[in-house]
Structure formats: structure tokens, C-alpha cells
């Protein structure tokens, strides 16, 4: 009998055919398993008609068909099951695109929240980093790590609403960085990306947040600006920073997950900090340290961490 591969991330297991390395990795099975989502090759996709058009993607009724150049084509459907078609180029491993935007639009089915943001552990709270590209946020993150923060989720950050609870998921083991960025962040695995334009290299870092659930304390705004404390406010920069806008608007649940940012924005504080400036190490230390005594004033103001 053939064993599947598994693994965890963003509060779900993944059961697939091949090895998901961009997850955390749990021993394989001998079934698919029940309440995760499904990855199989397929070798022909399902006729799902013509469905609506959205960047290099579809929307259907029952999900999304988004391909990847001509390496792989990938249909998720209801939320639970991602059927894979290899293109031409298929390398036999996924593109970054699937734990990237394939798994962001997979939660958001679920209704979960997947935010453009890093997230780091401080005091057994999760806290959204934020900001406009090249804010900072990654390097401000690997910062946080070197101070005793831990690693949430790297880029991209999923927050749910469970029995009236904020919660936020453990993402991605790994990190994109800079490469004077990554040398100075403390991993166990660091390696260059390969055709990266922008000299990145991939960092798993060994601090990480051993839950894979945490309260969610606030998000932290990269920006040179202020902010007004009120609700609408709050709003509109949490929904300024959804990963894929403009996939989100058009899934079916848009109206609830509206809502659920509107809970958010009332029950959590949103505080500013300002976008870097100098990539000089010393600087960047100073930052984190500032950073961190911004982000304890948040937790202060919660109430105290009761178990779930």
C-alpha cells in the first residue's frame, strides 16, 4: 500500500502524494486522513466550464483553477482537495506559488484570514508585522528573532476567528531573506534561491513558536505615517494588507470574512513603527529592540493568556 506524504502548516495537515518541504513534515500515512486538505496528481483536469477570470487564474463555484507557468496547473476545489496537472516543465517538485498563493486561497475557502504580513511569538502572543513592499517587515522580523521573539509565519500570516477567539496560525518553517539578512539570522538550514533577482535566500530559522495556535495581540504598521485608534481605521489597514486582494473580494464568503475584519479591528490595538531605513546591522539591532518594547506595550493591554 502506498504511504502519503503529510505535513503541517497554517493550522491544517496537508495529505499528498508528493513531499509539501515548504510545510513543517509529519510521518507519512497510509490514508489521506480526514479535516485537511488532499494533494494529488491528476493526469487530465476536471471540465469545470469557464468560470471567471481573475489574473493569471479562475473562479468557479467550487473553487479555483491557477497555473504556474508551464510548470504546473493547480484546481482547488471546496476548500479540501487540490488536484495537480504537470506542465511541460514540471520539475517534480511545486513552485513556491503553492505555499504561497495556492495554500493563501485554499484557507481563505475556509474561511480563515491570510494577511501580507510577517508574525512573530512575543510572550505567548502573536503579533502581525506589516507594511507597504520594502517596509522592512522580513528584516525587522529576523531582527525580532535575534532578540528572543520566535517565528509565526514569514510573509504570509492566517488569523481565524474559532468560538469568538482571535487566533493566529503557525505558517511556513522557512523565511526569504536578504543574504546579509539571512548570515545573521541563527538556522539550521540556509540556502540561495535559485534565479532570484533580488539575491534571496531561503532561512529556517530555529526559533519558532512551538504552538501552532497563538492568541493574535495586534498588528505592528510599517509606515512613516500615523494612525487614527478608531475601528474604521483599524479596518481599512488590516484589509490594506490581505494577501491577494483581489482574489479574496471575488471568493463567495467575501461578506463574512468582511466581518470578521470588522471584529478584529474592534478587539485589537494597531500601532505604527517606522519603515527602515538603513540596512546597517547595528541599526537593524537597535530597531528590533525598539520594535519589541513597541510590541510589549500591546500585550500589556490584553487581558492575561488563559489555555483554550
Known amino acids: 500500500m502506498t504511504a502519503f506524504y503529510r505535513a503541517s502548516a497554517f493550522g491544517l495537515t496537508w495529505h499528498s502524494d508528493i513531499a509539501l518541504d515548504g510545510f513543517d513534515q509529519l510521518p507519512p500515512t497510509l490514508d489521506r486522513g480526514q479535516g485537511g486538505v488532499r494533494v494529488a496528481r491528476v493526469t487530465a483536469l476536471a471540465e469545470r466550464g469557464i468560470g471567471r477570470p481573475i489574473n493569471r487564474g479562475r473562479l468557479y463555484g467550487d473553487g479555483i483553477r491557477l497555473g504556474w507557468e508551464d510548470e504546473v496547473t493547480f484546481d482547488m476545489i471546496d476548500g479540501t482537495r487540490i488536484d495537480y496537472l504537470p506542465g511541460p516543465d ?27 504580513a510577517c508574525m512573530v511569538e512575543v510572550d505567548g502572543y502573536a503579533v502581525l508585522i506589516a507594511g507597504p513592499s520594502g517596509a522592512g517587515k522580513s528584516s525587522l522580523t529576523a531582527g525580532l528573532l535575534g532578540i528572543g ?56 530559522p530555529r526559533a519558532r513558536a512551538d504552538d501552532a495556535i497563538l492568541p493574535l495581540a495586534g498588528l505592528l504598521v510599517l509606515t512613516k505615517g500615523s494612525i487614527m485608534p478608531d475601528a474604521s481605521a483599524k479596518l481599512a489597514l488590516l484589509s490594506a494588507h490581505l494577501f491577494r486582494p483581489q482574489w479574496l473580494a471575488a471568493l463567495p464568503n467575501h461578506a463574512a470574512r468582511r466581518r470578521d475584519l470588522l471584529t478584529i479591528a474592534a478587539a485589537i490595538p494597531v500601532l505604527t513603527f517606522p519603515a527602515i531605513a538603513t540596512f546597517d546591522p547595528h541599526d537593524q539591532e537597535e530597531r528590533a529592540y525598539r520594535a519589541l518594547a513597541r510590541i510589549r506595550t500591546m500585550i500589556a493591554a490584553r487581558p492575561a493568556r488563559t489555555s483554550r
Open 90 to 116: 514540471w520539475r517534480g517538485t511545486f513552485p513556491f506559488s503553492f505555499y504561497a498563493t495556492i495554500a493563501a486561497l485554499t484557507l481563505a475557502w475556509r474561511g480563515a484570514i491570510p494577511f501580507h
Open 149 to 204: 521573539t520566535r517565528l509565526v509565519a514569514d510573509d504570509m500570516a492566517v488569523v481565524r476567528i474559532e468560538d469568538g477567539r482571535i487566533e493566529a496560525s503557525r505558517g511556513r518553517p522557512t523565511m526569504r531573506q536578504h543574504r546579509d539578512t539571512a548570515a545573521r539570522v541563527d538556522a539550521d538550514l540556509r540556502l540561495p534561491i535559485p534565479g532570484d533577482l533580488r539575491d534571496k535566500w531561503l532561512v529556517r
